[in-house]
């Protein structure tokens, strides 16, 4: 009986932690190892994380009846931290960029 609750929880755990994967994440982790060194020049000390994030959609702020898909990617330069978002348009299968943003992670 036990064995059969600790694989349940496990199902389970597996299960809420499975994220979608969006067409569009190689894409956004090929633009994410471009945008650090965009703002920070080449440096061996750039890392880009491996994961991409599914967000929220946002509305088009051209056409409320329109939303955007929004992919997370995390770098690191040295010490410092970087949140990296990429909008695309919902165009099936294709990868439309629209837009990108990127955010130091820090406490001031």
């Known amino acids: 009986m036990k064995k059969l609750a600790v694989l349940a929880l ?7 932690n499975a994220a979608p994967v969006h067409h569009c994440a190689a894409h ?17 000390r750039i890392a880009i994380d491996k994961s991409v994030k599914v967000m ?3 509305r ?13 990617v995390w770098g690191s330069v040295y010490k410092g931290q970087y949140k990296m978002h990429f909008i695309y348009a919902q165009l ?10 990127i955010l130091e992670h820090a406490s001031l």
Do not use: Y
Request: one cysteine or more; hydrophobic letters at 40%.
């Open 60 to 72: 088009n702020p051209a056409n409320k009846a329109q939303s955007f898909d929004v992919l997370e």
């Open 10 to 16: 496990f199902l389970a755990c597996t299960w809420v």
């Open 28 to 44: 956004a982790q090929k633009l994410a190892e471009k945008l650090l060194p965009f703002h920070f020049g080449r440096d061996e």
């Open 56 to 58: 929220s959609p946002i």
């Open 92 to 101: 099936g299968g294709d990868c439309v960029l629209m837009g990108q943003e």
